[in-house]
């Protein structure tokens, strides 16, 4: 089963609105990584927050993590059709047989409505 | 500045047949990644180099091989191609290891009939 699992996985909204993905893993980690994947691209980085950290903020983007509970969240305020994209996160294993390899969810499909 | 390019970005193989696709960096990245991206199965690791001259497995490395052919460069071979591995495969490079950003090529559709 996968690490870091989404939820949900699809999720649609109008312009303006926020949006709340949520992520969830199983084991310790370094840090968990969100990336945005548009249609028929490569990946791309938005943030990285550190096990140690509870809440980072890089322009509309707000995540958030909670080592107790094994989860993280990523909120997008004011969407922009522009937003729309699949979003991932990732998590950089802590120990174990997968320690320090990188493990990706299965994503989140966002869709804004102009 | 293009960051990692990938070559092909299409291609079509016949089974049992064998090629290689390309990947090339130009940031001064220490480590580079293969991934495949299945439908519902998000990104799954086939090989990593955390540093020229190493290479390492990852979850799915079955029915592939590898070459870091210099600090720039990180080549994925499918020796038999097998309709279980139509993809689409992605190269990335970071600057050290795993967990720190990664940087992603815009992939390779692969079909294999």
């Known amino acids: 089963s996968q690490q870091g699992e989404e939820d949900p996985q699809a999720l649609s909204i109008q312009e303006g609105e926020n949006a709340t993905m949520n992520c969830s893993y199983k084991?310790?980690?370094?840090?968990l990584q969100w990336y945005r994947q548009n249609s028929g691209r490569g990946l791309v980085h938005l943030i990285l927050i550190r096990s140690n950290e509870r809440e980072k903020h890089s322009g509309r983007l707000r995540v958030t993590l909670d080592t107790s509970k094994k989860s993280s969240s990523l909120l997008i305020t004011a969407s922009r059709a522009a937003d729309t994209a699949s979003y991932f996160c990732?998590?950089?294993?802590?120990?174990?047989?997968?320690?320090?390899?990188?493990?990706f969810g299965q994503g989140t499909i966002l869709t804004v409505h102009p | 500045n293009a960051g990692v390019t990938q070559t092909p970005k299409f291609q079509v193989l016949k089974t049992g047949q064998s090629m290689t696709l390309q990947c090339a960096q130009d940031?001064?990245?220490?480590?580079m990644y293969w991934y495949r991206q299945d439908p519902g199965m998000g990104l799954r690791l086939i090989y990593y180099?955390?540093?020229?001259?190493?290479?390492d497995k990852g979850e799915v490395p079955n029915g592939y091989n590898v070459s870091r052919l210099n600090k720039r460069e990180f080549s994925l071979r499918l020796e038999s191609a097998a309709p279980s591995q139509t993809s689409v495969y992605f190269c990335?490079?970071?600057?050290?290891?795993?967990?720190?950003?990664?940087?992603f090529g815009q992939g390779t559709r692969l079909t294999v009939v």
């Open positions: 084991t310790s980690i370094n840090n």
């Open positions: 180099s955390a540093s020229e001259g190493t290479t």
């Open positions: 990335a490079s970071s600057e050290y290891g795993q967990g720190t950003e990664a940087f």
């Open positions: 990732a998590t950089k294993h802590a120990g174990g047989t997968s320690y320090g390899k990188l493990t």
């Open positions: 940031m001064n990245h220490n480590s």
